[in-house]
């Protein structure tokens, strides 16, 4: 769906690694395909930058990952945008928002209570959509704070609340899993969620050591992997009703026992504060239903880079390997050949959240429901790490981490 060129793009958060190695090549995805038809795009944010200056720095990051990427296209999507340097709670941002059809908050969550309130005092427009980046909030209150505070400028129906791993094609593909256990008719006994990085966390160690593993990704990513996989599959359904159903998974989840760890050197990288604790790798265990065990395990600087979920339907186990663009499934071991996915059109998962998101429907986006969930399972283990001072173990990079004789 093209965006009309009345519309006004605003990136709150513009300068930030989100948008500059992400939002901005998916831009150019959408340019490329005729989607964004003349649309003006403002970034706003605390870096002092001009407008060229900007400018410069999102030519470099898109030429970076795109090596092909036509010279006059991504000029002339570039001479459509715009720089606003602003601190993002200002009571001044009236003037670089004034106008928006879109908003995104591309913020860490300490910020992003102020940005809603900035948004509200700038007196935004009833037809602005707001995008919000997770994880949405920094615990189950922040959450709360926030959608009060932006629920005072935007209906819940133009609140989109984004994890953009939903976007994902693999991700994408896993309503044919559900069907696919379905037609085995079997219960499922068990649920593994392994996601693992080769890569550490490099220059997002500043922002990831205020996260940790545990928000940065068990707290939307993998929790939504387990809601995916577990709702049942639903034909023709609105938004709000998929919304609903992965929010009922979620709510038959239950349990706070985490273990945590680091990876020899974390402390080292420039912006990490040793004092802490933060950790790099998480196992979560919980159950489904009072009966279904589930494990979410997530790691930095883990060799082998498995992104892979197993279930156990009766006495099968099936596997899913989303560490592609393709989702492969196997059953007991044997790659299984099927035909219901979604065709490769080339764009990135971002690219997909932002499209979806300048569209109509909502589904690969998160209800408040889903989010509250979320974060009464997440709460609830960082409480327990704080009452028992769970142990911060270490494992080496490379390694499978430091459960490695069970991975």
Do not use: C, N
């Not at 898109?62 to 000029?75: A, E, G, K, S, T």
């Not at 106008?99 to 102020?114: D, E, I, M, S, W």
């Not at 427009?125 to 959450?143: F, I, L, Q």
């Not at 239903?289 to 156990?312: C, E, F, H, N, Y």
């Amino acid at each position: 769906m093209p965006a009309p060129d009345h519309e006004r793009l605003v990136l709150l958060g513009g300068a930030g690694d989100l948008v500059t190695r992400h939002v901005a090549p998916a831009l150019v995805q959408l340019e490329e395909r005729g989607l964004l038809e003349g649309a003006r795009i403002s970034a706003v944010d605390r870096v002092d930058l001009s407008t060229a200056a900007y400018r410069d720095r999102l030519a470099a990051s898109v030429r970076r990952q795109r090596m092909d990427v036509d010279d006059d296209l991504l000029v002339g999507l570039l001479e459509r945008i715009d720089y606003h340097h602003r601190e993002i709670g200002a009571d001044d941002l009236g003037a670089a928002v004034d106008g928006a059809t879109y908003v995104h908050l591309a913020l860490p969550a300490q910020v992003q209570l102020a940005a809603a309130e900035a948004l509200h005092r700038a007196d935004a427009a009833d037809r602005v959509r707001v995008v919000v980046e997770k994880p949405y909030g920094g615990s189950g209150s922040e959450a709360l704070d926030l959608d009060t505070a932006l629920r005072e400028t935007v209906s819940e129906d133009r609140l989109l609340r984004a994890d953009h791993l939903l976007h994902h094609r693999s991700v994408r593909d896993l309503e044919a899993v559900r069907r696919r256990i379905a037609q085995l008719g079997e219960p499922v006994h068990a649920v593994d969620v392994w996601w693992d990085e080769v890569a550490p966390v490099g220059d997002r160690a500043a922002f990831f050591d205020r996260t940790g593993a545990l928000v940065d990704m068990a707290q939307s990513h993998l929790l939504q992997l387990v809601a995916a996989v577990l709702s049942a599959p639903q034909d023709a359904a609105t938004a709000t009703e998929v919304q609903a159903e992965r929010a009922a998974v979620l709510h038959e989840l239950s349990g706070d026992h985490a273990a945590r760890a680091r990876y020899t050197g974390y402390v080292d990288h420039p912006g990490v504060d040793p004092d802490r604790g933060t950790e790099t790798w998480v196992r979560v265990s919980l159950r489904w239903q009072d009966r279904v065990p589930v494990s979410l395990r997530t790691g930095k600087a883990v060799g082998g880079g498995r992104r892979v979920i197993r279930m156990l339907v009766g006495t099968t186990w099936i596997g899913l390997d989303l560490s592609g663009r393709r989702l492969r499934i196997e059953q007991d071991g044997v790659e299984v050949p099927w035909l219901q996915h979604h065709p490769d059109d080339g764009l990135s998962a971002s690219a997909h959240q932002l499209r979806d998101a300048l569209g109509p429907d909502r589904t690969r986006f998160l209800g408040r429901d889903e989010v509250r969930e979320q974060w009464r399972i997440t709460d609830a283990v960082r409480r327990r790490w704080a009452t028992e001072r769970t142990p911060l173990e270490e494992y080496e990079p490379g390694s499978l981490g430091p459960e490695e004789e069970d991975a």
